[in-house]
C-alpha cells in the first residue's frame, strides 16, 4: 500500500529532506543497523539511506462472542491487520522520498497509552536502503520499495545465495477461545487429560493467521517465506480468552544462479 507525499507531515518531509540521499549527497545518514550489518549491507551493494517510519494510533472496537464458543473474532482480526497496514504504508512511503530501492531490519510494534485503554499505537520502523548499480531494479511491482524484517547478516546471506526479498508477508487472527463448562472442568478434576477444545481452537487460530500469510507472499509472485514467527499475545482490554495470533515474514523470490553458500564456520565459547 503506497500513500501521497501529502499525508506525511511537514515534520517528516523535513527530517528526510536533511538525510543523505541522490539529491542531497552533502548530509547524514541514520539507521539503526549495527557495525555489522552496516558493512555487510555495503559489501553487498546497498547504502542506507536513513531510518524511515511509520505509525498509526488506532482504536480497537469490541467484538461480542459467546462464552463456550471458540470463534475467530473478525472485526478484531481486520482491525489489527489494517492498523499496522496503514503503519507499514507510511513508513514506505518515507522510504519512496529517499529514492529508497527497499527497506530491511523492519521491526513491527504495538505501544500503549495510557489515554485509551482500547486504543493502540502502531509502529514500523527500518532502514531504507539504496543499490549502488543503477541497471539492477529491486523494486516491487508499481515501483514500492521491497520490505524485509531480516537481519544484515541474513540479508546479506539471501543475496549472496541468489535470492531477494520482495515483502514482509503478514497473516493475523484474533480468536476467542470458548471456556470450558462447568461440568467439564469438574470433571478434570485431579486427572491429566488433553483439553481438546482448547487444543483445537489454537492449532486453529496459528492456521489461520499461517495462511492468510501464504496467500499475501503468493500475491506478491513469492517463492517462499523465509524467517517466519507466530507469535500469540492479549493485548489488554480484551476478555483473557482472547488472543491474537500474528504470523510474519519475507517473501523471496530467486534473482540469479542459485550460488553455494559457503559453510557457517564453528564457533566455540571460552565462556563458563
Known sequence: MSYDNEELSEQVLDRLKHLKHEDNVD???????????????????????????????????FQWQRWSKSQELDMLSQAMYRARELAMGRMEEEAKTLGADGIVGIRLRINRHEWGEHQAEFVA???????????????????????????????????????????????????????????????NLGRNVELANYTQALYDA?????????????????????????????????????IEFFAIGTAVTTRTKLQEVEKPEIVLSLDD
Open 125 to 187: 520502523i527500518g532502514t531504507a536502503v539504496v543499490a549502488r548499480e543503477d541497471n539492477c531494479d529491486w523494486k516491487r511491482k508499481y515501483g514500492d520499495p521491497f520490505t524485509s524484517d531480516l537481519s544484515g547478516q541474513d540479508f546479506w546471506t539471501l543475496l549472496k545465495a541468489g535470492y531477494q526479498p520482495i515483502s514482509l508477508a503478514m497473516g493475523t487472527c484474533v480468536y476467542h477461545v470458548g471456556h470450558q463448562g462447568v461440568k467439564q472442568s469438574f470433571g
Open 27 to 61: 548530509q547524514v545518514v541514520s539507521s539503526d543497523l549495527s557495525v555489522n550489518e552496516f558493512l555487510l549491507l555495503r559489501d553487498a551493494g546497498f547504502e542506507p539511506a536513513g531510518m524511515v517510519v511509520g505509525s498509526s494510533i488506532y482504536h480497537i472496537g
Open 206 to 242: 496459528r492456521e489461520l493467521a499461517m495462511e492468510r500469510m501464504q496467500k499475501e507472499a503468493h500475491a506478491e509472485g513469492a517463492e517462499g517465506i523465509v524467517g517466519v514467527t507466530v507469535k500469540e499475545k492479549n493485548h489488554g482490554g480484551w476478555d483473557k480468552h482472547v
